[in-house]
Structures are given as C-alpha cells and as structure tokens.
C-alpha cells in the first residue's frame, strides 16, 4: 500500500521554519526529537523539507528516533517510587508515539 | 447517474506526482499514492512557527490579555525525567511577533502559576514552587506579582494558595477559579480541587461566584466580568464549559474534546481552545462562538501549560509540557487553498 506521509529531523529555528502560507498548504506535525511529519507524494510537502534543510527519515527510523527519547522517560517513570508514579494531572507514565506509514 | 465528464466536461487527470500549482476545484488521481485528490478552499484557522522561547518551559503563564505580536511568559517548569521537575523559573520573556528577550525576573519562582495582563501590565499569581518531594514540585504559592514591562513588584496574595487556576483579564481587573491548594506530591494522595472563584481589583483577591465544579487545570477567556472557563480535571479530563457575567456561572456548549491544561484565547463569545492533555499531549484546537465549540486546524505540536495570548483569531502559544521552547501562532481561517485526499470507500 501507498505510504500517506513522510518524515524527516530538521530543527525548528522559529519564526518562519512553518509560515502562515504553508501551513495553509498542507499539514505538518512535530514530534521529540525534531521529526517533522508531512504529506508524501506532495510538491508543496518537498519543497517545505528542502526549505527547513531537513534529513528525510523512513517511518522506521522516524519512529526510533522518537522512541530514543520516549523510553527512557518511561524507564524513570518505572524506577519512581510507587507513590511518585500516578499523580495526576501533573505526571502519569510518559505515552508511547506510533507513527503511521 | 451522471458521470464526472458530463459534469464538468472534463476528464480527471491521471498523474505520478501532484501537480505543482493545482487551481481550486481540480481533481487528479495520483497513480504513485494510489489516491484521489482535489484542491479546496481552507475554512479553518492555521498554526504557524513563531520565535523560540529561550528556556523550554512547561507549566508557563502568558499575558493572557496581551496579543500575538506583543506577549510577556513567565515562570514554568524547567526540565524533569519524568516531567515535571522542581526546578521551576522565575524567567520572563518578550514576545515582538517575530522573536523573544529577557524581561524582568520573578521574585518567586513558579510554575504552573496564573497569568493575566499584557506585555506592559501582567500579572502572575499562584502556582507551584521549587523542588518537593523527589525533586518534583513543591510549595503551593499565594504570591502575586505585577509586571510593568520591566520589573515585578508585589500585589495582594491569593487568600489561598493554588494552582492549575483558570486565570483572565488584566492587571487590575483579573479573575481566577479552580485549581488546588495542595500539592499532591508532598501531600500524598488525591488533588484537592476547588471550584473557589477570586477576583482581583490590583490590590486584593475578593470571592466571586463559584465555579460549577471542582476543576484544575482549566482553560479561560474574556474578562473579569464576561469569561469563559472550559475542559479541565476534575479528576479526568472534562468538556464542559461555562460563562461567567462577574457574579455567577451558567454551562455553554461542551468542547469537542475533553482535555486539561489546554491554552485558552479570546472572549467570552469569541474563544480560541488548544492543546492541553488527555493525558497525552494533544494538537486538537477548537473556537467558541459563544453557543458551541468547532474545529479549526490543529497545532503542529502537541502540548499544554503553554502560555497564551491573542484573540480567537489571532493567538499565540508559546512553549508548554513536554518541556518545549516552540512558539506558534494561530491565524484564523479561511486560510487560502489546501489539496486534500478522498477517504472512504
């Protein structure tokens, strides 16, 4: 099957890294680890990536990137004491990020 | 049943790649993604890049009065494996609709404190001191603070400490409702959520009308008299919303999606909704027309205890847990034209 999205890691330098006009244009979702999520198949999409100077990443290695950060946050989570765990709303067990192709 | 051809007297394109400059209203199959496509006008809002806060921050209040070119943040929680940590800021920074600088600093560090005002007349008030139990959050604050673009100096103190409020208005004329008054990870066991509303006339917090329900981490808008308050914990994330008219509330439309610690922008009947947690961090954002809540373009990233600022129309966002420095900017829509895929079978 067609893949809907492609990845890549570029660093969000602030104003102008995602302008109105692009936003307008196509969806693009941030992610820790400064993996960038837009359209595949999409020009506008491309040219965005060229732009930002981004490294264009698989799904596969979007997704460890991400679960480089995500699993030892969940690793701290674990070692907490027991009464340090659960304290909501303020800190519950860090989520797991999935990715779609 | 009429065909696409004798429709519109045409054929739809058959192509490997979009086409780079489609016009509105033109359809193509791309044969690469397998997918049919169209060009259409973009009725919702956008989020765009902004400057990067200087200190990654969550748990950080804004001039919730203040605008998206010309916003003050301050305090916040600073770092943490897990999140929150107890090393909280007591930084300011100024917002010139392109890049932030250091303001005045806080003399009582915070986070997850209440913020109203603008740039040049913001208030703090509230929130959650340094390092508790383990290293996570600690005291519970009273303290308010007054900015005036350039320094802080004391206010009256809340008549009781609290944080995770709902916090609107300015400098002088502010509203706060919600929160907790202890901290659960000193105090070990359940939040004790309030429903108390205090408001403040620039020198004392007097009660106001209570909230409807115990709620923490609750979202505003408007002013003292004509505000908002929605989603929150209660415990779990709620939709609700209510309208507040200076004396009591009464329940508006609920929020598509039930979540807490969501940035909250606007008035009363012109709100902006967005972010916040479920638990997980959320993009989702809505607008409130004073009757009932609709979507609008969802943020790039997720997040909440971000501070905020703006109209419904025009907010800002900036930094938010998890700990980030990213700032974005909501421009509300129609926004111009988007390609879109066909779904469905």
Same mark, same amino acid.
């Given at each position: ?21 692009? =936003?307008?244009?196509?969806?693009? +979702? *941030?992610?820790?680890?400064? @993996?960038?999520?837009?359209? #595949? ?5 491309? =040219?965005?990536?060229?732009?930002? +100077? *981004?490294?264009?990443?698989? @799904?596969?290695?979007?997704? #460890? ?37 | ?277 479920a638990p997980g961090a959320l993009t989702a954002t809505e607008a409130y027309n004073g009757t009932s ?53």
């Amino acid at each position: 099957m067609a893949k809907n999205y492609q990845y890549c890691v570029a660093e969000c330098w602030g104003s102008g890294f995602i302008t109105h006009e692009e =936003a307008c244009k196509f969806r693009i +979702s *941030g992610f820790p680890g400064n @993996v960038w999520q837009v359209p #595949a198949y999409n020009a506008e999409a491309d =040219a965005w990536i060229t732009k930002v +100077s *981004g490294e264009k990443k698989t @799904v596969q290695e979007a997704q #460890a990137i991400l679960n480089a950060i995500i699993k030892p946050q969940q690793a701290a989570w674990d070692a907490l004491p027991e009464d340090q765990k659960n304290i909501p709303p303020l800190r519950s067990r860090p989520t797991d990020i999935v990715l779609p192709e | 049943m009429s065909t696409y051809y004798q429709i519109f007297g045409g054929k739809i394109n058959v192509v490997s790649s979009d086409p780079s400059n489609p016009i509105e209203g033109q359809v193509w199959f791309n044969t690469t993604s397998e997918t049919l496509k169209y060009r259409s006008i973009n009725l919702l809002g956008t989020w765009s890049s902004g400057g990067n806060l200087a200190t990654s921050r969550g748990g950080v209040a804004g001039s919730s009065n203040g605008t998206q070119t010309t916003a003050a943040a301050f305090g916040g929680n600073i770092g943490g494996s897990p999140p929150p940590s107890g090393v909280v800021s007591t930084a300011t920074e100024e917002y010139d609709g392109t890049s932030w600088t250091s303001g005045g600093s806080l003399s009582t560090a915070r986070s997850y404190l209440g913020g109203a005002g603008t740039q040049t007349s913001a208030l703090a008030f509230g929130g959650l001191g340094p390092q508790g139990q383990t290293g996570s959050p600690g005291t519970v604050r009273t303290e308010t603070e007054e900015y005036n673009g350039t320094s802080w100096t004391s206010g009256g103190p809340l008549g009781t400490a609290k944080y995770g409020v709902g916090s609107c208005g300015t400098q002088t004329v502010a509203l706060s409702f919600g929160g907790a008054s202890t901290n659960p990870f000193i105090n070990l066991g359940p939040n004790t959520i309030s429903n108390v509303t205090q408001e403040y006339d620039g020198t004392t917090w007097t009660a106001g009308g209570n909230y409807p329900t115990t709620i923490l981490g609750v979202a505003a808008a408007g002013t003292q008299t004509s505000a908002l308050g929605f989603g929150g914990f209660a415990p779990g994330a709620q939709n609700i919303t209510n309208e507040y008219n200076g004396t009591s509330w009464t329940a508006g439309g609920n929020l598509g999606t039930a979540r807490y610690y969501l940035g909250g922008a606007g008035t009363q009947t012109s709100a902006l909704g967005f972010g916040g947690f479920a638990p997980g961090a959320l993009t989702a954002t809505e607008a409130y027309n004073g009757t009932s809540w609709s979507t609008e373009g969802s943020m790039t990233t997720g997040r909440g205890s971000t501070a905020t600022s703006g109209t419904q129309t025009a907010a800002l966002a900036a930094g938010g847990a998890p700990q980030t420095a990213v700032t974005e900017e909501f421009t509300g829509g129609p926004s111009g034209a988007i390609t879109r895929t066909v779904t469905g079978t």
